[in-house]
């Protein structure tokens, strides 16, 4: 079984992932920097891993990572704090993940980035812009390493019931898709190990999850 470490554990999308790897008897280790959501986190399968994205380095972050076999990078500030907390935690958040997980020896480290066009036809703000601005230079960051790198990249998520089916591909027509499909997807990316160095979009669609993701290994 499989050793994920999430980052950004609290998140409506981490919930989802750590229950369904808990459900597939997979370890899920999830990062949180408020100590209340430990107990929410276990009723969910999860293995709470307290610390803060904000104030740890790569070596304490790698320590907390030490023996995972997959990181996932699910952390976002959501718009909140505007563009200072957005550049700390999708920008150089994700950048102490990839640094500490190098540190740690992990070689497959995946990242739930933002669909290209979120904001296209739509009067968006500033700090939208620079959402995703950070978002991009993040998915450059990952790229660029010598990592086993997987990038997600979801449509508008939804808090609506998963389907089961989605799409999936290297460059789809944008739509929405229910959190707990995004994290079905990241499940099957995580057993499917060939579904690797590669950047997926992400909609609803009429695909199960697992068929779409594995016609995307690499073969």
Known sequence: ??????????????????????????????????????????????VPVY????????????????????????AGAGGKGGEQMTNAIDGDGLELAVA???????RRFILVSAFPEAGRGKVVSDTFENYMAVKKRADVHLAETDL????????????????????????????????????????????HPAVNRIIIELTEGDMPVAQAVQQLAQH
């Open 148 to 191: 086993d790198w997987v990038i997600l990249r979801p449509g508008t998520l939804l808090d609506v019931p998963g389907t089961g089916n989605v799409r999936a591909g290297l460059a789809i027509p944008y739509g929405g898709i229910p959190r707990d499909d995004v994290a079905a997807t990241l499940l099957e990316i995580i057993v």
């Open 1 to 46: 079984m499989t050793n994920v470490f999430i980052v950004g554990g609290s998140g409506k999308v981490a919930r989802h992932l750590a229950r369904q790897l808990s459900a597939r008897g997979h370890t899920a280790r999830s990062l949180h920097r408020d100590a209340e959501q430990a107990d929410e986190l276990k009723e969910l399968g999860a």
């Open 100 to 106: 500490a997980a190098t540190a740690a020896g992990i």
């Open 51 to 74: 610390g803060d994205l904000l104030k740890l380095d790569t070596a304490g972050l790698a320590v907390l990572m030490a023996g995972s076999d997959v990181v996932v990078f699910s």
